[in-house]
């Protein structure tokens, strides 16, 4: 998921241009980010689950590269 991968650290942030309302809103609901602010304002930050499912993916990842 290209939102969860944009994180930049564990801060606030604003999405990354074209991530829709359905796309945050989902990854929301699977208790990956946190999501404040409306509209053009709207800013999100990864839960500790969504920095685990980040971390974890980006081992498995590199792992296949070896």
Known sequence: MVLLYSADGGDWQSP???TSLKTLNEAE???LILIRGEFQK???RLTQLGSEYVE???RRLEARRH
Request: aromatic letters at 8%; a positive charge.
């Open 29 to 31: 609901e699977q208790g």
């Open 56 to 58: 974890r993916d980006k």
């Open 16 to 18: 990354p241009k074209g």
């Open 42 to 44: 709207r800013q999100f």
